[in-house]
């Protein structure tokens, strides 16, 4: 299976952008790019997903590199609200269904 | 619109007990999922369902069943807990199944076994 490779953890001031990296080197052509978030003490949240053609949503932009090897989520403001985990997940056509978390980046917002 | 709904929020059991653990969706979602995550190891699946009637075995199924009996729920069973089932468990679901679908998850339910 193809792994993605995260930070454990990142800072970032409040009201600023933050990027959120992640690399993805064994990304097949047909594993779409998804990002989801977990605030705490809730359940995981979807963000925002990719194939190869960076996407913009009412939450965030993710940004994929031209080779697919690595992506970045790009929360544009950042406020309070937005720490928490956020995992970056490749689902593709030989996993099924089935989201496999890895242990994310824990995102802390200094106010 | 509720979404997913998980109930109960919380539960504390003996060794030996069973529960059932209840999750609701209210979108007409075909496809549904039960999750445990414990400290430092992420998510991982223990069973899912791609339709009313049917059910199969995820990532750590061992010790659990499920029944989807409506579209709407999905339940989850211990038969007999033990402490290393502590852990909390979420719910999700997604209107069809395809590795572009996002999942919609409920906000878990904390389970301890003593």
């Known amino acids: 299976d193809a792994k993605t490779t995260q930070p454990n953890s990142m800072e970032s001031n409040e009201e600023e952008p933050v990027h959120l990296p992640c690399n993805h080197s064994?990304?097949?052509?047909?594993?779409?790019i998804h990002w989801y978030r977990q605030l705490p003490s809730q359940g995981p949240e979807y963000v925002i997903h990719?194939?190869?053609s960076n996407v913009n949503n009412r939450m965030a932009s993710l940004a994929i590199a031209e080779d697919r090897k690595s992506s970045t989520l790009i929360l544009h403001r950042a406020t309070l609200r937005d720490a928490a985990v956020y995992y970056c997940i490749l689902r593709g056509m030989n996993r099924d269904d089935k989201i496999i978390f890895g242990k994310g980046t824990r995102l802390h917002i200094l106010p | 619109n509720a979404g997913v709904t998980q109930t109960p929020k919380f539960r504390v059991l003996k060794t030996g007990q069973s529960m059932t653990l209840l999750c609701a969706q209210d979108?007409?979602?075909?496809?549904m999922y039960w999750y445990r995550q414990d400290p430092g190891m992420g998510l991982r699946l223990i069973h899912y369902?791609?339709?009313?009637?049917?059910?199969a075995k995820g990532e750590v199924p061992d010790g659990y069943n499920v029944s989807r009996l409506k579209k709407q729920n999905f339940l989850l069973g211990l038969e007999s807990a033990a402490p290393s089932q502590t852990s909390v468990y979420f719910c999700?679901?997604?209107?069809?199944?395809?590795?572009?679908?996002?999942?919609?998850f409920g906000d878990g339910t904390r389970l301890s076994i003593l």
């Open positions: 999700a679901s997604s209107y069809f199944g395809g590795i572009n679908q996002p999942q919609h």
């Open positions: 064994t990304i097949s052509g047909t594993d779409y």
């Open positions: 369902s791609v339709g009313e009637g049917t059910t």
């Open positions: 990719g194939l190869t």
């Open positions: 979108m007409n979602h075909e496809y």
